[in-house]
């Protein structure tokens, strides 16, 4: 039976994507070597990390001179520490929309004053916070873009004298923004880019130098600028798989192609969420995610149920966040529009049978 995968992460990626990288672990360009064992600083794996890079900001439509791209250890959570390591030379202004943006303020506040400019915590980040106001005299304002665990999502950025920060990780490359508005940006690998091992990051070199601490060497950007995003060894086997999902992302026609059957895929199955009386979504309607789709049953005696069908139709990971609950239907750009209709399917054959 064919698995319809609605992880929140690692998640589904291309057939094609897994097709390719399993061929390269038993042989890569055919040089009788596999990818996990070849010297990441052999003339093959070179090219793949230059061309992951320079296609990460091809799709995001960057400017190479101004930005470069690195792929680097540790997921988001090292980008909590890096960024202010860094930039926070005083002052931070954050955003706090949920779990991991009050995880990037803890490991903030070790370096400087943070400035919470909203939160939508007294309604258990179920809404993204409007109308608040970044200060002036800051180092850098930071925000996440997407909510995994809430399904929340910002729909626009404020406007600031000061570098904007973003923690894209669970929605970058999977809607049409101008994202040259930001300075920084990182993203865990394992939703849109690639699977679990390496962080993308995209940084505007001029935001740079401007602190006064000493940052050690790992930790510092402008080492692994210099080096080419090769400072030290890189997961090798994570970017290259990478790469294949960033050219099948360009042979899909980028980013605004993509974006428009996100759109589509999420207002089917919100549709059904509104629709459908058995189900309850989490997030406030004009902040919900296009990746993470929140919700749970308005009768919790009928999970049971529920939870029989989606997996007897082949659907996996559905279960919510362990500190949430309820259910999230992740649907990251590759997963198909096929399998949010058989998600739409289960949930009225639940009312069907209610």
Known sequence: MKKHNFSAGPCILPAEVFQQASEAVLDFNNSGLSILEISHRSKDFVAVIEEARNLALELLQLDNNK?????????????????????????????????????????????????????????????????????????????????????????????????????MSSDIFSRDIDYSQFDLIYAGAQKNIGPAGTTLVIINKAILGKVSRKIPSILDYKSHIEKESMFNTPSVFAIYTSLLNLRWLKKQG?????????????????????????????????????????????????????????????????????????????????????SVQLLTEVMQELENKA
């Open 254 to 338: 980028g980013v605004s192609a993509l974006a428009k059957i996100n759109k589509h895929k999420a207002e089917l199955l919100y549709a059904e969420l509104d629709r459908n009386p058995l189900f309850t979504p989490y997030a406030n309607k004009e902040d919900r995610s296009l990746m993470n789709i929140t919700f749970n049953l308005a009768n919790p005696e009928l999970s049971h149920t529920f939870d029989a069908l989606w997996q007897q139709a082949g659907i996996n990971a559905l279960n919510g966040h362990r500190s949430l609950g309820g259910y999230r239907a992740s649907i990251y750009n590759a997963l198909t529009v096929e």
């Open 67 to 167: 930005y470069t791209a690195l792929f680097l250890h540790g997921g988001a959570s090292m980008q909590f520490l890096m960024t202010p390591h860094n930039l926070l030379e005083k002052k931070a202004a954050y955003l706090n929309t949920g779990t991991w943006a009050s995880k990037a303020i803890k490991e903030a506040k070790l370096f400087g004053e943070v400035i919470e400019v909203a939160s939508s915590e007294d309604k258990n980040f179920n809404y993204i916070p409007k109308n608040f106001e970044i200060p002036t005299g800051i180092d850098y304002f930071h925000c996440t873009s997407n909510n995994t665990i809430y399904g929340t999502q910002l729909k626009s950025f404020p406007k600031s004298n000061a570098p904007l920060v973003c923690d």
